[in-house]
């Protein structure tokens, strides 16, 4: 498979992974203080007042950019070198990884301290479950696209 198709196909799985996320994101909006994209609005504020988009749509518009092409075509790269052999087992430790990417920039530059622990003591573990939930479903979906299985 070329580049291209591989970064594409990761750039699919990554879409998908995202709306399954974006999902169970928005069951749980009676979780205010947990607010995936209002956290991700908070970074995104100051770029979003300069291109005069309303928010939270630049939460949203980032977590899609982030989800589906970021993610998507990291993971497509790394995904033959990612422990685990089984493709949820890859997504697994994808996942993880990127948690602590969230953990340790993302949420600190939103002014919610590291582990996002500012918002609520909670937070870091719902970090991580959704970024498993997100990683399972990524290596799953890209695993089907790629080599064409069904894991």
Request: proline share 5%; net charge neutral.
């Amino acid at each position: 498979m070329n580049a291209f198709g591989t970064i594409f196909k990761g750039v699919i799985a990554g879409f998908v992974a995202t709306s399954v996320l974006s999902a169970l994101m928005l069951s749980k909006q009676w979780l205010p203080q947990l607010d995936t994209i209002i956290v991700m609005d908070g970074v995104a504020h100051a770029m979003a007042m300069a291109f005069g988009l309303p928010t939270p749509f630049a939460g949203w518009f980032w977590h899609f950019v982030i989800g589906c092409i970021v993610w998507g075509w990291m993971y497509a790269i790394m995904e033959p070198i990612l422990p685990g052999g089984r493709p949820w087992r890859k997504g697994l430790y994808f996942g993880f990884t990127t948690t602590l990417l969230v953990w340790l920039i993302v949420l600190p530059l939103a002014g919610a301290g590291l582990f996002g622990i500012q918002l609520s003591a909670v937070q870091p573990f719902v970090a991580l479950l959704q970024h498993l939930v997100y990683g399972v479903v990524l290596g799953v979906v890209y695993a089907s696209l790629a080599h064409g299985q069904d894991n």
